[in-house]
């Protein structure tokens, strides 16, 4: 029979108390969401050993099913958060059929995170030109080989494609593929989570309304 995993035990009193840091902090508070969200974003940039700009990324399928993978933050400010990934992968196609998404940054190092959901729309196809011009020729290659979600029968036909299209482009400029996009999420909500000693968090809560923002804090 398998062994459980070893899941770590609650902290004690004593492990709570070292955490001084946290207990010492002023109350959270903030009238702009992504000013915060861009400090927060800072913080973590200096902070955090890798891709600061990760986040969760929640989908449902056309039976409600959720679905939840890591990508990276690509943009962000008050349109929304933009990523970018293949237009025919489970999420792309999700988002098509249903656009609507939740998002989650957690930031362990600081003991932070943040929750948004919102509607989800398709950036323009200038903004998905110039983001892609950013990216390695490797990575160019990857994404016109790679058939996003679907069945690999192995490891070296993926290596196969990739060198086809390297064959193909050659030395010229690699074009964006028209399976390559991205997607921004405009939030109606915005959560910041800060980690305090005993579970007594703090929550606070930004609501989309007519010309602005309204905030709210919450019992953690």
């Known amino acids: 029979m398998t062994d459980k995993p070893a899941i770590p035990a609650s902290p004690s009193e004593e492990e709570y108390l070292k955490n001084v840091a946290q207990a010492d902090l002023p109350a959270l508070s903030a009238e702009d969401p992504f000013a ?55 999420k792309g196609r999700q988002l098509a059929a249903n656009p609507k998404a939740a998002l989650l940054f957690h930031w362990k190092s600081l003991r932070r995170q943040v929750r948004v959901r919102g509607t989800v729309s398709a950036v323009t196809p200038e903004e998905a030109d110039a983001y892609w011009a950013t990216r390695a020729r490797p990575a160019q290659l990857g994404a016109w080989a790679s058939e996003q979600s679907r069945a690999l029968p192995d490891r070296l036909a993926f290596e196969k494609k990739i060198a086809e299209y390297g064959l193909k482009f050659g030395l010229s400029k690699i ?46």
């Open 36 to 90: 915060l969200f861009a400090d927060w974003l800072a913080d973590a940039s200096a902070k955090e050993v890798n891709d600061p700009n990760a986040m969760a990324i929640a989908t449902a399928d056309e039976d409600g099913l959720p679905d939840v993978r890591m990508v990276l933050l690509k943009d962000a400010g008050p349109d929304g958060f933009v990523f970018y990934t293949n237009l025919g992968s489970a």
């Open 175 to 220: 074009p964006r593929p028209p399976h390559w996009s991205g997607w921004r999420v405009t939030p109606q909500k915005i959560e910041f989570w800060r980690d305090r000693p005993f579970r007594l968090h703090e929550r606070l809560v930004f609501h989309r309304a007519e010309g602005g923002w309204t905030t709210e804090r919450l019992y953690p």
